[in-house]
Structure formats: C-alpha cells, structure tokens
C-alpha cells in the first residue's frame, strides 16, 4: 500500500477483555515496530520484527502483551486480559531496513480500557 | 540501556520567535534521527545525522549534532502555528538496532 496501515483506528474495551491491533506496513518493508503512546508523551518501544531474525521483544510491559508478523508483512498486537493502564495510542511503524533508515508510521490505534 | 532525554518538555511561544530544543544520550548515538508529530498522526522523519559537529538545515530548522556525539538541538527561527507538534529524537540501539525514542518536546506555536 501507499503506507502503513492500522486498524482498528479506536477501540473501547472492557477491562479483562482481549484485544486485537493489525499493523500494514508498506509492501517490501522488513522491519517492522510497536510502540505505545500516552498522551502528550515520547514513544515506548515494544517490539521489534526485522526480516527473519527473531523479533526483539525486550519492550513489552508484560506477558499479557505479543504479537506476530504473519509471512513478514501484516503484524498484530494482542494485549490479553486488558487493564485500564494499557489506555494509549499504539502505534506502528516499518522501514526497509535497519541503519540510518527512516522509519513510516501508520496513525496509531487509540485503545481505551474502561 | 540507552536513555534519550529531551528539554524542554513542553514549550508556548508566540508566532515569530526562535526556540531550540536538545536531545541528549546517555551514550554515544548511533545515528540520531529527529522526528515531528501531529496531533492525531504518527512521526514523521525531518533528519538523519551521523557525524559528529554535523550541522544541517531545512528551512527555518537547523539540525545540530554534538562532537562527542551525545548530545543534539534543533533551533527554530521564527517559529509559525505549522511547527506546532511533538518533536522527538531517535536512536538505533543494541544488538538488533531497535529504534528508540526519546521523552519529547511539546511545542506550541500561538498565532
């Protein structure tokens, strides 16, 4: 596609229910990252997929968080058993490679615990 | 682990001002990115720089990258409500050269 993609674009969830995020990244793109947003706040890294290297999950908060990336293109993001905590902006981001190379950003999935 | 802390945290500045603001490591940057943020939409890329002392410019922004390589600012002549955003800094880190940012700066340029 033209760019990363995510969906849902909101989602309201009760707590101690799962959820499920999808990340497109631009076709051709082997890496791939998770990152969580508060408001008004930097990005916390969570995870990290580059071609077929094991992904590096060094970020992600607890085991209640993970996520896959099916044949090196579409990845998602479960957050199960889901606290009011995990409130935020989760945001996606693919770039061609590692390096001094650019990172895309998709706009971000609004997630809502109540 | 690597810590990138920026200052200020929030800065409000009339239209037509200069600003700057700094990233800093807590270890030598790999390669810095700088990124800006609109409400309601993801980072986007304005540099890349790599070498030490490196000085570079778009437009009204001017990149600098510290000589030992910790430390970087971004300065902003005359400052217009376009600049308005989350400025972030980025690095590459560890063995897999996962990309991190920083704390941010939250700028608000008012009319």
């Known amino acids: 596609g033209a760019g990363v993609s995510q969906s849902p674009s909101n989602k309201v969830t009760e707590k101690g229910k799962d959820v499920e995020l999808r990340c497109d990244p631009i076709?051709?793109?082997?890496?791939l990252y998770w990152y969580r947003q508060s408001l008004g706040q930097g990005l916390e890294f969570l995870i990290y997929f580059q071609g077929n290297s094991a992904p590096d999950k060094s970020g992600l908060p607890s085991d209640r968080f993970s996520a896959e990336r099916t044949g090196g293109s579409v990845s998602t993001l479960t957050i199960q058993r889901t606290q009011q905590e995990d409130s935020a902006v989760y945001l996606c981001a693919s770039s061609q490679g590692g390096g001094g190379t650019e990172a895309f950003f998709g706009q971000g999935t609004r997630l809502t615990v109540v | 682990t690597q810590l990138l802390e920026q200052s200020p945290q929030f800065l409000s500045i009339q239209e037509g001002e200069n600003l700057t603001v700094y990233c800093n490591s807590s270890s030598v940057f790999s390669s810095l990115q700088w990124y800006r943020q609109e409400p309601g939409e993801g980072p986007v890329l304005l540099v890349t720089?790599?070498?030490?002392?490196e000085v570079k410019k778009l437009k009204r922004l001017t990149f600098q990258f510290g000589d030992a390589r910790k430390d970087s600012s971004l300065h902003i002549t005359a400052a217009q409500p376009g600049d308005t955003g989350l400025y972030l800094c980025a690095d590459r880190v560890g063995a897999t050269n996962k990309l991190i940012f920083g704390t941010g700066t939250l700028l608000a340029v008012q009319p």
């Open positions: 076709s051709g793109h082997t890496a």
């Open positions: 720089v790599v070498t030490g002392g």
